[in-house]
């Protein structure tokens, strides 16, 4: 097991090499230089620097370029990204350069400029956001959707399971944005249960941190509903089709011949065969917890990670976006891992030491 890992680790650090080298030169694409623009506009609003002579304006040009860390080509700024190459650090006080290793290994993964503060402070609260939000809706949708696809395997081919069925082919069917835009016309803007969006009153002073926690929960409690809604049609067919699969085996008949109790063939025996197949929608359901969720956030008005990567991609703000797509990318690789590995746990027959 751990020379497996440790040979996973190995294969994953290769493709985090590529996958950083090609989304940067991908972001990179992108015709927007921020130093050519400062210095346009520095130019045109400031008399002072207009009447500047050609070597001074060259030396502002060149600190504005190191500036925003686009001096050199395409791979020395990808390596100065990544902190293997120092930042030149150009003063046209001094002319000189000062480098500095000040890049993603070093913990530092980037500068928000629309935002005028650091990438990570940028994302901090719309992190912690969107993990209390899925955390929520991923809970209470396993919560419903594997007792009631246990149900409907046992129940095969009855008058329930069928309506269950029905009803989940439905909410399958349905795109997720018309289920959010249908619960926010239905119980927001018909019965006026639920506020349309945002995550607290406007205005509101709260005088305890209990009343500010049930005016969040009275915001996300649509969003949470319907992003629960969303979840129950295919997980509950997954976990129906294994269980089906499960309960057909010979060692499950060979159970209940024996006179095995009934709710030990189910739960203990066919579930553990079932869990193969669902394990892997399990975990990337917690995987994307971290992720938020882009199409929720937007409609509901939620300050969360999914938002927050679309705001920077039209604001330009690509060091935001770019780290975001490392994040996911390093979620990914670590979920694969993850899986792999609690295969071996719920399944003895299958090994990871190789």
């Known amino acids: 097991m751990g020379k497996y890992i440790l040979k996973r680790l190995g294969y994953m650090l290769v493709v985090t090499l590529i996958l950083t080298l090609l989304m940067y030169l991908v972001y990179n694409l992108i015709p927007v230089n921020r130093a050519e623009n400062e210095y346009k506009e520095t130019m045109k609003s400031n008399k002072a620097a207009a009447a500047w002579s050609e070597e001074e304006k060259a030396d502002f040009k060149k600190e504005l370029y190191s500036k925003y860390g686009m001096d050199g080509n395409i791979f020395i700024r990808y390596l100065r990204w990544m902190g293997l190459y120092p930042y030149s650090g150009y003063s046209r006080i001094t002319h000189e350069y000062n480098p500095t290793f000040n890049g993603l290994l070093q913990g530092n993964i980037g500068y928000s400029y629309k935002e005028a503060k650091p990438v990570f402070d940028v994302l901090k609260e719309p992190m912690k956001n969107s993990i209390f939000i899925n955390i929520f809706a991923t809970i209470a949708a396993l919560a419903i959707t594997i007792p009631l696809g246990i149900f409907c395997a046992r129940k095969k081919g009855s008058k329930r399971d069928t309506l269950i069925q029905i009803g989940t082919i439905v909410g399958y069917s349905l795109p997720g944005f018309i289920i959010a835009i249908l619960f926010i016309f239905l119980f927001a803007a018909t019965l006026g249960w639920f506020p349309v969006s945002g995550m607290k009153t406007l205005n509101m002073v709260y005088t305890s941190k209990l009343q500010e926690f049930g005016d969040l929960m009275y915001h996300l409690a649509l969003p949470l509903i319907a992003m629960t809604f969303m979840s129950l049609g295919s997980m509950t067919r997954y976990v129906r089709a294994s269980m089906i699969e499960a309960l057909s085996m010979d060692c499950i008949r060979t159970a209940r011949a024996k006179g095995v109790k009934e709710k030990t063939v189910v739960y203990s025996h066919a579930f553990r065969n079932a869990l193969i197949p669902i394990v892997t929608i399990v975990i990337g359901w917690f995987l994307g917890i971290f992720s938020g969720s882009i199409m929720i ?58």
Do not use: H, W
């Open 297 to 354: 956030e937007n409609i509901f008005g939620l300050n969360g990670i999914g938002r927050t990567y679309i705001i920077a991609l039209q604001g330009n703000d690509f060091e935001t976006a770019l780290a975001l797509q490392m994040f996911y990318v390093f979620i990914s690789l670590i979920g694969n891992l993850i899986t792999d590995i609690v295969y071996g746990f719920v399944d003895p027959r299958i090994r990871v030491n190789k």
